[in-house]
């Protein structure tokens, strides 16, 4: 019971992990790619564990998107920095995390549905 949620937690760091090493690449272009990966990864994980597994991914996501955004490391460098880039990819990306508590269950295969 517990390891789908533990997938998706690691599933949560590795979007965080890649999206902030890719936010910055051939902007906008990799900034758009790596906000439609966080898309994708949380409509999977409202689609495979419903509510809470979405909401897992989310929680884990922004927490280690925070983490690089305020961790400073040897001489006082950073990885996400505070201008326009870096705001978008973080402000984006809890946008694009939202995105799937805006799609109706039924389409995502959610219990009570009537494909009739």
Request: glycine fraction near 14%.
């Amino acid at each position: 019971m517990v390891v789908p949620y533990a997938a998706l937690g690691l599933l949560g760091l590795a979007v965080g992990v890649v999206g902030t090493g890719g936010h910055r690449f051939e902007p906008p272009w990799g900034l758009v790619c790596v906000l439609l990966l966080v898309i994708s990864a949380a409509i999977f994980a409202r689609a495979w564990k419903s509510w809470l597994g979405w909401l897992v991914f989310s929680e884990v996501w922004l927490a280690i998107v925070l983490l690089l955004y305020f961790f400073r490391g040897p001489g006082n460098s950073v990885v996400i920095s505070g201008d326009r880039l870096g705001w978008t990819w973080i402000i984006g990306g809890i946008i694009a995390a939202a995105v799937p508590a805006l799609i109706p269950g039924r389409l995502l295969g959610e219990e009570g549905h009537d494909w009739r």
